[in-house]
């Protein structure tokens, strides 16, 4: 006979203990709960379709009796300036906490687990040598964490935001954000409805608005049903041991020690208002009841279910850490438009995406369309940048080739640039090219400082413009970091480089400004004794008047006393008031120590920071591989363009494969005449062949007519 120690009696412990004692009736479980058993604090936890299909599967018992308990809905409304946008097909299920501790408590009571409430538990060092196994689900403050924090090495991450869990006899109709601008500052709620009577709801705000405020533990209800009144709508806030919190993220190591595992919350955390932390444990608890059953060792058992949990967990991090941080910056959100404000708050997390969105609600998404443009994808709607017009908001990211012969561009530049103008980016945008023989990085850099390059780059140029629909641009930059060269000088030798560009037929110039590069240099206090704008703002005047310059900076360096955030909005300010058309919003390779977290659209909300506060046209880069990315970023408006760069390498007609997987036909997707027949997507089994236009068909026989004479 196995004997199993459940060290907490909240949701994740006790549906643990009933999971575990139906899949063997012959399993000794005790749970230790300190509270009593009509003792619960918050309301309403959530749950998604998918979580319930899995509790459904586990327990029939426990899933019907909370599916007779809940609360249900598909749509998300977003209060914000006397509108409400409502997007629907989401798939929820709320229930009371205090009725779902119940259900178990009386499931666990019927198969014969013994729950001792009011009962503190022996400490788990003294359990795991009485029992086989001991599950520390003892929540967020949890003492057996606390007691082996050398193996399990906990992170706990303290957040700077307040928010009070309160309640509402306020039935609401559906998941609801309302977001209220106060004369404090910006507050947000969390709310949802759990039972007839009624509904969650968090309020949440930045420290400085709370302070602002002046709000306490006892004053708080109070002064937020004052202060957001209009909600309410002459409803009551109801408290539960409510205070002022800071939510803290917990990351664990390793989530065991021998025979101890941790569980829930005391395993990880992940902010509300992506979900249910509830929703979480339980998924935990599943998941090792179910390895404990399939593997006859609790080792192996233990080591299976982290190994199948973390993947998941991480994932929910990762989302939810992305939320958090959005709802920390929402100062810098509010002022949008309600149409683009809602959109950028539902994908935030970037978990609901413009694809996903449109397959749960289409009819949302086509007034979002129509809104932004003229109904056709945003990606694919004209941008003005200067006085030049972009068909469709991709850019083909800088690639370095490093094929050059004195500094002249052949073959190889020649093909990746016309291979990504006829794949049909908007823009597309040349590798560093050096303004003087001293400024190239390696000897086989590109340069754009002798009448020979001019012609080079002419021959690709003029390709562009008379078979594609593309504009290309020339990246220039200085690639020493010698900060003692004189400024005149190389000002002067990057005004003749933007001559030299016009005279070879560019329509865009980009000042690398980022990157660790001579420019870059001067931009952070890594490289320089301070941040040094003088310098760069003199280069960037003396290029001015022949194109429109768009300047590319590192946002932030990755690495301690390195450019901030902060740093990076002053320093696009001050290049859009010397006279940029826009600001392509990099980070890092600066210094070598560097730590980026990379991943999907990783440095998008650096953009988006610039955008918001600058008020400039911002170019998002890094991490963005799909079009459904692509998508989300320019209609929630964090940034005007994207630049694609490892996926067009990847596949260079990536914005026209973009275009035919979204069924777009139009002006913005310019398919070159040779291409033209592949502008639909290729024929599979049970798809008939596509066919040519008439026009096509007559670009193809002229096109044979010219080849054969």
């Not at 809905?73 to 501790?101: C, K, N, P, Q």
């Not at 806030?237 to 005391?266: E, M, P, Y």
Request: with cysteine; proline share 5%; net charge negative.
């Amino acid at each position: 006979m196995s004997r199993y120690a459940v060290i907490g009696g909240g949701p994740a412990g006790l549906y643990f203990a009933a999971l575990a004692k139906s899949l063997d009736p012959t399993r000794e479980i005790t749970v230790w709960e300190r509270n009593a058993a009509d003792d619960t604090f918050g309301f309403g936890v959530v749950f998604s379709d998918e979580t319930l299909d899995g509790i459904a599967a586990a327990d029939p018992v426990i899933a019907a009796a909370m599916e007779a308990e809940f609360a249900r809905w598909s749509d998300i409304d977003i209060h914000y300036r006397g509108r409400v946008e409502t997007s629907g097909g989401h798939g929820f299920a709320a229930i009371a906490r205090m009725r779902l501790l119940q259900i178990m408590q009386q499931r666990c009571l019927d198969l014969g687990v013994d729950v001792r409430f009011q009962s503190v538990a022996p400490t788990a060092a003294e359990l795991s040598a009485e029992y086989d196994l001991v599950v520390a689900a003892d929540g967020v403050n949890s003492l057996t964490r606390t007691a082996f924090a050398d193996v399990f090495q906990p992170s706990l991450d303290m957040r700077d935001c307040r928010y009070m869990w309160l309640g509402t006899d306020r039935v609401f109709e559906a998941f609801t954000f309302i977001i209220a601008e106060t004369p404090h500052g910006p507050m947000q709620v969390h709310a949802y409805p759990f039972s007839n009577e009624r509904s969650t709801f968090i309020v949440e705000m930045t420290e400085r608005t709370w302070a602002a405020a002046d709000l306490t533990d006892e004053c708080g209800p109070a002064r937020l049903t004052e202060l957001l009144a209009d909600h309410l709508g002459g409803h009551k806030l109801i408290t539960n041991n409510s205070k002022w919190l800071r939510f803290t993220t917990v990351r664990n190591q390793t989530w065991r020690h021998n025979n101890i595992v941790l569980l829930g919350d005391a395993a990880h955390t992940a902010h509300f208002s992506i979900g249910s932390g509830t929703k979480l444990a339980m998924e935990d608890a599943l998941a090792l009841a179910a390895n404990i059953q399939r593997h006859n060792d609790i080792a192996t058992a233990l080591e299976r279910y982290e190994a199948d949990r973390r993947p998941v967990v991480h994932s929910t991090q990762r989302a939810a850490q992305a939320s958090l941080e959005w709802f920390e910056t929402i100062e810098h959100a509010v002022g949008k438009e309600p149409e683009q404000f809602a959109f950028n708050l539902l994908t935030r997390s970037r978990r609901v995406t413009y694809d996903n969105l449109r397959q749960r609600d289409p009819a949302y998404v086509s007034r979002l369309d129509n809104w932004f443009g003229d109904g056709n994808p945003p990606l694919f709607q004209p941008y003005r940048l200067g006085d030049r017009r972009l068909r469709n908001r991709i850019v083909s990211a800088p690639i370095t080739l490093d094929a050059a012969v004195d500094g002249v561009p052949g073959d190889v530049e020649f093909a990746h640039l016309a291979g990504k103008a006829l794949g049909g980016s908007g823009l597309v945008l040349t590798g560093r090219t050096a303004v003087e023989p001293e400024g190239r990085k390696t000897v086989n850099c590109t340069g754009l400082y002798s009448s020979e390059q001019v012609d080079a780059w002419r021959r690709i140029t003029d390709f562009v413009h008379e078979h594609t629909g593309s504009l290309i641009g020339v990246q220039l930059n200085h690639g020493s970091r010698d900060l003692n060269r004189p400024v005149q000088e190389i000002a002067a030798a990057f005004a003749r480089a933007a001559r030299h560009a016009a005279d070879a037929g560019f329509d865009v110039i980009e000042l690398q400004a980022g990157h660790g590069n001579l420019i870059s240099a001067h931009l952070s206090p890594l490289t320089s004794p301070r941040i040094n704008r003088e310098f760069p703002l003199r280069v960037l005047e003396s290029m001015l008047g022949e194109l429109p310059v768009i300047v590319r900076i590192s946002a932030v360096d990755w690495a301690p006393g390195g450019t901030t955030i902060e740093d990076a909005v002053e320093t696009a300010a001050a290049f859009m008031a010397a006279g940029a058309a826009a600001i392509d919003v990099s980070s890092g390779e600066v210094v070598p120590h560097e730590k980026p977290l990379y991943g999907r659209s990783y440095q998008t909300p650096f953009a988006e920071r610039i955008r918001a506060d600058v008020g400039a046209p911002t170019i998002a880069v890094g991490g963005i591989s799909s079009a459904d990315d692509a998508n989300s970023i320019v209609l929630a408006g964090r940034a005007d363009l994207v630049a694609i760069g490892h996926a067009q390498l990847h596949d260079p007609s990536w914005p026209l494969h973009a275009a035919a997987s979204l069924d777009y036909a139009g002006e913005g997707a310019f398919w070159p005449a040779m291409h033209r027949a592949g502008s639909g997507r290729p024929p599979s089994a049970g798809r008939a062949r596509p066919q040519l236009s008439l026009r096509d068909k007559e670009d193809s026989l002229h096109r044979r007519w010219r080849t054969n004479g």
